[in-house]
């Protein structure tokens, strides 16, 4: 092949890699399919081993002295020529290597977004319960446990995602520190409600009723009183008044009036 036709055909194989790559990414940014972008990329790996043929038969043949005018084409040497098809090659292979990263991770993506939705939906079940002046402690301790589970499990699955080489993960990171900075702040109100509520119960071992019991606390104007004494007495103003019991005299004619106050 001479000189000439090698130049076309040089020009024609670098304009053939041009169009498979446009069509590459194209596809790629239309989400066209896996399988129909990846009949592109072999698509444009076979049209570029074809420029690369070719232009190694091109160097090779413009190393004679006489040919050396062709060594410059347009403005362009033979590495400068060789390297913008290269670029044009490796940019729209870059695009499909990063949809197919992204493709692969689909369904770790998806397990991501439902322990998103899962942790989402412990936050709003708490939330309520530590408003209310009584909380359920055990709901409470319930929740934090599920919520740090889910938590670790998110944790894990980022780190699956981050695995994958070329993909971008802005998003994940973004919502995984939001959700540790609000799963901190309920593990504080949750620690502090916890910590209130057992400085608030008295072990049952600790109550007596000794002699060191702490006194009553019950005002003497509330405590039982007898119908038949003065309401107005307190406790330690009551005196008690001895009283005298008949006694039988013996005496027959008595004995009907000291039966009838037994009886």
Do not use: C
């Amino acid at each position: 092949m001479n000189v000439e036709n090698l130049t076309q055909a040089r020009s024609k194989s670098k304009q053939a890699v041009t169009i498979s790559a446009k069509r590459l990414l194209t596809s790629v940014e239309r989400n066209s399919g896996l399988e129909f972008i990846s009949s592109l990329v072999r698509n444009l790996e076979k049209t570029f081993d074809g420029f690369s043929d070719i232009d190694d038969q091109y160097t090779l043949l413009t190393e004679d002295d006489k040919y050396a005018e062709h060594i410059t084409v347009n403005g362009e040497n033979l590495a400068d020529y060789r390297n913008n098809v290269f670029a044009i090659f490796e940019e729209a292979k870059a695009k499909y290597l990063n949809f197919k990263a992204e493709q692969s991770t689909k369904p770790i993506r998806l397990l991501f977004s439902h322990q998103v939705a899962r942790l989402t939906a412990v936050f709003e079940h708490i939330n309520p319960i530590m408003q209310t002046s009584t909380p359920d402690i055990d709901m409470i301790k319930y929740d934090r446990d599920q919520m740090d589970i889910i938590h670790g499990e998110i944790l894990t699955v980022l780190q699956k995602i981050q695995s994958y080489s070329g993909i971008n993960i802005e998003s994940e990171q973004k919502i995984v520190r939001d959700l540790t900075k609000t799963t901190d702040k309920f593990r504080r109100e949750i620690h502090t409600v916890l910590n209130h509520k057992d400085s608030s119960t008295v072990p049952s071992e600790e109550l007596s009723t000794g002699p060191n019991s702490p006194p009553s606390t019950v005002p003497a104007e509330t405590a039982f009183q007898s119908p038949f004494l003065n309401t107005r007495t307190s406790r330690t103003d009551l005196k008690l008044k001895k009283l005298s019991l008949p006694i039988f005299s013996g005496k027959r004619k008595d004995w009907p009036d000291f039966k009838a106050i037994w009886t």
